[in-house]
Structure formats: C-alpha cells, structure tokens
C-alpha cells in the first residue's frame, strides 16, 4: 500500500503540473500521513537538513565554473586546438565535437552547459560546411551528456550524497566510462561521416597545431588539476570545484583576457539560479527518502526483485531498465534523487559495489537526457540551434544506441569499470 501512496501522490502531483521539488514533498506529506506519524516540525528539520551538506557546496562552484569556461574563452580555445588536429580529416568537425566535449567534460560536469557551447560555436560552422543538420545536433547532443560521467560531475556530488558513497571515488571510477562513452560517438560517427558529402578542409601545418596548443594549453590544464589534486589527496571534490572556478576566472581574465568584470554577475546569477533549482531538489528529496526508510519501500521493491538477487548481472540489468524508462519522464537529478534511497538497500543487500552501481545510475540517468519527451540536451540543442524537435530526434538516435551499447557492455562486463576505478583510487 505504502508504494501506491508514493507512486500515487508523486506522479499525481505531476501530472497537476506541481513543480517536482514541491511534488516530493507532498509525496512526503501524503507518506507520513499514511504512516500516521504527520508532524510539520519534522518535515521542516528534515528539508533543512536535507540542504545542510559540505559536498553539496560543490554544485555552485562547479556551475560557476562552467559558465566562466564558456564566456572566459576556454570553450573556444578546447574547439580551436580540436579543429586544428582532426578537422581535415572525412566529417572532421563531427570529431572535434566529441573531443571538444571530452574536454569540457573534464572541467565543468554540467551536461546544459557543455551543450550549449558546442551547439553555439559548432552547429553555424557544421550548417556552413554542408553537413546534415539533424546528425550534427545528435552528435552535439551525445556529447553533451558525457559530462556527468567524466569528472567533475555535478550528477556524482548528487548521487554521492544521497547515497552515501564516497564522491571521490565515484569521480576517478567515471573516467573510463566517459571515454568509452566518447569512442561510442566516433566510431558511430566513422560510419555516418562516410555518406557526408563535405570536402575537407586543409590539414594545419605543425605550426598552426603549435600555436593552438600554446593558446590552449591554459584550458587544457585545469582537467589534470583536478584529477591530479583528488587522485593525491590534495583536496576534495568541494575543494576542487572551487578551485575550478577560480581557475576558469583566473585564466579568462588575466590570460586570455575575455573575461570582464561586467561578466561576473550575469555568469553568477546563472549558476545561482540552476545550484537554487539543484539544491532545493536535494532537499526536498531528502525527506521523501527519510520517509521511504520509514516506509520500508525498498523492502518491498527488493521483494520484488527477490529472485533476481544472486544473479548479480540480471538484477542490474532489470534495475538500469528501470531508469531508463524512469529517465524518459524524468529529469536528470530528479531521477537520482527519487530512485537513489529505493535501489541503494538492494545493491547493498545483493553485495554489488555501490561505486560500480553510482557510475551505471548516473550514465543512465545521463542517457536519460536525450530521450524524449524531457530530454533537456534535445532541448538545449533546439534552442540554442533554432532547430524543431523531430530533427533533433531523429539524428539522436544513432547516437543513443551507440550510448545504451556502452550501458549494456558494462553491465555484462563491470570489470571495465571496477578495475580502473581501483587502480585511480588505490584499492
């Protein structure tokens, strides 16, 4: 009965049009009515506390830091150096796109923002150029989605705290995964490219390729700061999304010199409004979890599953179902945050490595960005593209099964996830 009052009162609320945050507490509401244990001073501690999380000061930092990236002249500076290495080759600007958001992934973790550069600075150049105009938004849009697996990931300081595990290590176990990701794209774009009818442009000389890397070099630095700094244990995650956005304003400002102090507030209010959103939502999912607790929920979702828990690969692959189509009507962080404290007792209780389950939840929840009918990259990419829905959507979808390929490789084989991500952190 409990799971009919979350189910009911969440999805009811929804369908009302209730915002998602709101809709999480009613559903909170409607379970301790339930219960019969209503108090509003316990619901208002717990949104409270729900909020009041060290690792969660680093979602503002690391969507300040995305926002200075792209007006600051590192986004353009990471596509330029791409340009100049693969941009001759057969459908070169398809292969820029995907370096270019390797790249941007490793510095911002924001999977809108990372989009919007690419859209914004590659989409006129692939129109001018004669390129399909429906494959070149999918790509861009399968790109995109890479940031939150690569670190820092916006989707892993979420999960990690709603979880419970270890932010950190979730950062170094999402590095292989977001390259294979990156593969996916190339080699599905190896095939398309073939039946562009684009000539190619001139190779670059070694000392234009010298120049651009010099230019660049700056931005290409902060990944390695990052990673570097975690992996020796010279900060944490929260530190290190603080010292992402001074770096990205130290360099746009004083280095490349795009970043102007009239900048500061409008890129400050941009990441303000979007941390207000996420935070919010982290809150007010907190208390439902609370309350699923309370409920038992997963106990009655781990019933259900019962005869799938010894087989380890089944139960994920009935559990990455689950949010794959979860993930179609739902928005990235509202995902993790509603199925986050149901599926974590089940993975404990099946001895599945919660590091191993944070990494295929967040890339699903990832891939869940470009599924329609929420889709936020799909829509990103219209807009900052001026492109309608459907063509989006029909060039995405290459690009999503080459995605859901790398999904299904890693639940048969988790191996490629559970070795590097050892050999990064040390165990």
């Known amino acids: 009965m409990t799971v009919l009052v979350f189910l009911g009162s969440l999805l009811g609320a929804m369908a009302l049009g209730v915002p998602i945050a709101i809709a999480l507490l009613v559903c909170g509401v409607a379970l301790m009515i339930e219960l019969d244990t209503f108090d509003a001073q316990i619901l208002a501690q717990n949104l409270v506390n729900g909020a009041d999380s060290f690792p969660l000061m680093a979602v503002p930092f690391f969507m300040l830091a995305g926002e200075l990236m ?50 914004a600075i590659l989409l006129p150049m692939m129109r001018q150029a004669g390129y399909r105009l429906d494959r070149c938004c999918g790509l861009i849009a399968g790109g995109g989605i890479i940031a939150p697996v690569i670190p820092p990931s916006i989707g892993f300081v979420v999960f990690g705290v709603a979880a ?13 995964p977001g390259l294979l990701m990156g593969l996916a794209l ?21 000392r234009e390729i010298g120049k651009t890397a010099l230019d660049g070099i700056w931005a290409l630095g902060l990944p390695f700061i990052i990673i570097g700094g975690m992996k020796a244990g010279a900060f944490t995650p929260t530190e290190a999304a603080v010292v992402a956005a001074v770096y990205a304003a130290l360099v746009g400002g ?32 907190l208390v439902s979890a609370w309350l699923i607790t309370i409920a038992d929920i997963p106990g009655e979702v781990s019933r259900l599953l019962g005869p799938l828990i010894d087989n380890k690969t089944m139960l994920m692959l009935a559990m990455m179902l689950l949010v794959v189509v979860v993930g179609t009507a739902l928005d990235f962080i509202p995902t993790v945050l509603i199925l986050t404290p149901v599926l974590m007792p089940i993975v404990k209780q099946a001895g599945i490595d919660p590091v191993y389950f944070g990494v295929m939840f967040i890339i699903n929840n990832a ?11 799909l829509n990103v990419v219209c807009a900052v593209g001026n492109v309608s829905m459907d063509k989006v959507i029909r060039g995405v979808m290459p690009f999503l099964f080459a995605q859901l390929a790398v999904l299904a490789l890693l639940i048969f084989v988790p191996e490629i996830v559970t070795i590097p991500a050892k050999f990064f952190y040390g165990r």
């Open 164 to 176: 419970g595990v270890s932010i950190t290590r979730l950062f170094l176990a999402g590095i292989v």
């Open 186 to 206: 190339v080699a599905t774009w190896y095939f398309l490219a073939k039946e562009e009818p684009v000539a190619r442009t001139q190779r670059a000389s070694l």
């Open 70 to 119: 792209n007006t600051g002249g590192l986004s353009k500076r990471i596509i330029g150096l791409a340009m100049t290495l693969v941009g001759h080759v057969r459908g070169g600007l398809g292969y820029v796109a995907v370096i270019a958001a390797l790249v941007m992934a490793s510095i911002s973790g924001s999977a809108v923002a990372d989009t919007a550069a690419l859209a």
């Open 254 to 285: 004083f280095i490349y010199r795009e970043l102007k102090l009239e900048h500061l507030r409008p890129a400050m209010l941009a990441a303000l409004k979007t941390s207000a959103a996420v935070m919010f939502l982290v809150a007010a999912a």
């Open 367 to 377: 891939i869940g960005l470009l599924t329609p009918p929420v889709g936020t990259v």
